[in-house]
């Protein structure tokens, strides 16, 4: 059963949706009513699910609705036999529904294929009326979880992982969050840290014994070797930005390591270098 907790009613925020076609309103709203009472029910996120767990709104014509990864394939069956034109646009982690010039992002993992959306995003749940319906919203600790990958050079998430830290940080399950990262830990530690210069004041908000757990576990690899391997995980936060690392200096790509089901990336395929690899 999801951990249902009330929230204000989203529809309510003044302009909310004022600026958005009625048209494509109701295309949105019909998408979320076809999953739900198909039984998905979906996970509103994007701007919605910031300002249920932050206050924060912004003005969208998205919306974001997160499905299990095991139900991908359900939903577009169900949304295609209701008259949108679906696609599964990338099998890692989105497909598309459209309804003429509209559409739905169907999400079903991070961009990299790491953040898999599953059970525990559905228990842990909050409540809030979305579009005139009543609708799931994807958890704040799953939402950090998901943009903590996010640091691509035209979009960084890192502000909304503030954002939620700053409104909800008494209230996060951290033992949950940092289990979620798992061996990538990491990169939340470095999220923490950020979060500490941006809000000093707003220390209390992340427990000093995660801080203290995590900033232990860093020490502790400094007194180990590095690894003789050469193996790029940035790759797992950007899908451009590393390429030449890949590419020019022979960096093994995290993601075939890392990501279950990776078979490349077809946008941008890395394109191994004829001759000697550059070795620094």
Not at 61 to 86: C, P, S
Request: with cysteine.
């Amino acid at each position: 059963m999801p951990l249902l907790r009330a929230v204000a009613k989203l529809d309510d925020v003044p302009g909310a949706v004022a600026v958005q076609d009625p048209e494509e309103m109701s295309a949105h709203r019909r998408a979320l009513e076809v999953l739900q009472r198909g039984g998905i029910d979906p996970m509103v996120g994007g701007a919605y699910a910031l300002r249920a767990h932050t206050g924060i709104w912004r003005d969208t014509k998205d919306l974001d609705l997160f499905v299990r990864k095991v139900q991908i394939h359900e939903a577009l069956a169900l949304l295609a036999k209701n008259g949108y034109r679906t696609e599964l646009t990338d099998p890692l982690w989105i497909g598309k529904a459209f309804a003429g010039d509209y559409f739905v992002d169907l999400i079903f993992s991070s961009g990299n294929g790491v953040a898999t959306v599953d059970e525990h995003w559905q228990r842990r749940a909050l409540h809030a009326t979305v579009l005139g319906r009543q609708a799931l919203i994807v958890p704040a600790e799953e939402m950090i979880w998901q943009k903590g990958y996010i640091q691509e050079r035209e979009r960084f998430d890192g502000a909304d992982i503030h954002h939620l830290i700053r409104a909800k940080g008494e209230k996060l399950d951290w033992q949950h969050l940092v289990a979620r990262f798992g061996d990538h830990w990491p990169v939340l530690l470095g999220h923490l840290v950020s979060f500490r210069f941006s809000f000093p004041s707003d220390k209390e908000k992340i427990p000093a014994s995660v801080m203290k757990d995590l900033l232990t576990r860093q020490l502790a690899l400094e007194e180990r070797p590095a690894s003789s391997e050469r193996l790029c995980r940035g790759t797992l936060l950007s899908r451009q930005q590393y390429m030449n690392e890949l590419e020019e200096h022979g960096y093994l790509d995290a993601r075939d390591r890392e990501v279950a089901g990776w078979t490349g990336d077809q946008a941008y395929p890395v394109k191994r270098r004829a001759g000697p690899v550059k070795r620094d």
